[in-house]
């Protein structure tokens, strides 16, 4: 797992880099919530909101890769915004628990205005 | 009035389910305005410009709704009683006028006033700690349309008895708000979130950003009988408030998911609820994984509350209903 994470995290920078410019990955890791939600998250810096929408399609597909590879399946793909801001500082890809389905990403719209869905895997 | 978290798409969705399902109670919302002008009581997640409140405005009208503004920053660091600050609150206020907007919610004596100049309301937020009806009074020649009372008196009768009387604007209530009763840290965590959500920010990174919050969460764990002294108010005990003259009940929880919102709205225009209470609070969110308080155990607790003195020591009721009421979660 730990080898997992790491060629994630560098994997993500790299592909980053090569779409997007300059982007810094500092962190990459695997979380478990109380709830019962799983994901692997990638901390941020130099990705903007749009970049992020113009290459959503190859930003989730390294997301859902990278994530699979850590054994987390990736239900629910996002990127979350600085708030108030365009700088996009974590993606995320999260196997949700049961209320997290509903009330997480259970709405037409992203649940929070700092949430950019990049892509619904729900089943 | 229901949170709305600002992002256009919500918006359309609580009001679609609104109107799918008849929630008439349904009447206004309000959203943050813009950090580039002043903080507020929250986080901001979303600094909608003037364009997009006008739109969201229009759209919020056509389907019956009304659309407030809460600029309830409680420090500006001054910035209001500069030449630039005066005339930057009145250039927003006139925007936000031209906007459509129906209210503005405010906590700032000075903003009061302000507001006085434009014919949106004037809403008192629960951050100017309206506890009294000598304070209420001062609010309302002032300017105030709406008060929002403080919290901490939600379970005062008397008080609130002696507030609506007292004064002839609109007294409203917050009802899932779940902040610690007489918190030591209310004012100096909304002085933190009102510089943290403005332009106005400290100089240096803080080391505990979420000192305050952490803080009120740890009290809680080690004493969860301040769970239930909380302020908030049962869906289904709405109807003693307005059996005192209070017809105004605010929803809080605009840095919420969409969906746990909309969840809020239908308990509380439903004036019921089944289930773990925490689970429609508000603040600190992570206590409905840790606690489950059964919300029809507490059919007719109001009516001790509704008599009690706050003399905790002396009482004991809470204690005893924790004990019967919460349990632990595994």
């Known amino acids: 797992m730990k080898k997992e994470i790491s060629e994630g995290r560098r994997k993500l920078e790299e592909e980053l880099r090569a779409l997007v410019g300059n982007i810094f990955v500092p962190e990459a890791k695997v979380f478990g919530m109380v709830c019962g939600c799983v994901g692997f998250a990638a901390d941020l810096r130099g990705l903007q909101y749009d970049d992020a929408d113009v290459f959503r399609e190859k930003i989730s597909a390294i997301m859902e890769e990278i994530s699979k590879s850590v054994g987390v399946e990736p239900e629910f793909v996002y990127a979350r915004k600085l708030p108030g801001s365009e700088e996009v500082v974590t993606l995320t890809a999260r196997e949700l628990c049961e209320r997290c389905k509903r009330e997480f990403a259970g709405s037409k719209a992203a649940p929070r205005p700092d949430i950019v869905v990049l892509k619904k895997n729900l089943k | ?330």
Request: hydrophobic letters at 40%.
């Open chain 2, 1 to 330: 009035m229901v949170p709305h978290p600002g992002h256009f798409p919500a918006l359309k969705e609580i009001i679609e389910v609104k109107e799918a399902e008849g929630l008439k109670e349904v009447e206004e919302v309000f959203m943050g305005g813009s950090p580039e002008v002043m903080g507020s009581g929250r986080g901001v997640l979303h600094a909608p410009l003037i364009d997009e409140i006008r739109e969201q405005t229009e759209y919020a009208h056509q389907h019956g709704i009304k659309m407030n503004i809460a600029m309830n920053s409680t420090c500006t660091g001054g910035h209001h009683l500069t030449f630039e600050g005066f005339k930057m609150f009145k250039w927003y206020f006139s925007e936000l006028n031209k906007a459509g907007i129906d209210g503005v919610i405010v906590a700032e004596p000075y903003l009061v006033e302000l507001l006085r100049d434009f014919p949106m309301k004037t809403i008192v937020s629960v951050l100017s700690y309206v506890d009294a009806p000598q304070r209420a009074k001062f609010f309302e020649d002032l300017g105030a349309d709406v008060i929002t009372v403080d919290t901490n008196i939600n379970r005062h009768f008397e008080l609130l008895r002696g507030i609506v009387k007292a004064v002839n604007c609109d007294i409203r209530v917050i009802v899932n708000e779940g902040c610690l009763y007489r918190c030591p840290f209310r004012y100096f965590h909304y002085n933190l979130a009102s510089h943290l959500s403005s332009l106005n920010q400290p100089r240096s990174p803080l080391f505990a950003p979420d000192f305050y919050f952490d803080k009120c969460t740890n009290i809680r764990l080690r004493d969860p009988v301040q769970i239930i002294k909380s302020a908030w108010i049962r869906p289904e005990d709405i109807k003693v408030y307005e059996a005192i003259g209070i017809k105004s009940f605010k929803l809080s929880g605009r840095t919420k998911a969409v969906n746990w919102i909309i969840d809020c709205m239908r308990s509380y225009s439903h004036r019921s609820f089944k289930g773990n209470l925490l689970e429609i609070l508000d603040c600190p969110q992570m206590l409905r994984y840790m606690f489950y308080i059964e919300n029809e155990k507490l059919e007719g607790c109001i009516e001790q509350w509704k008599g009690c003195k706050k003399i905790c020591n002396e009482c004991g009721y809470c204690d005893a209903l924790t004990k019967e009421v919460l349990t632990y979660l595994k």
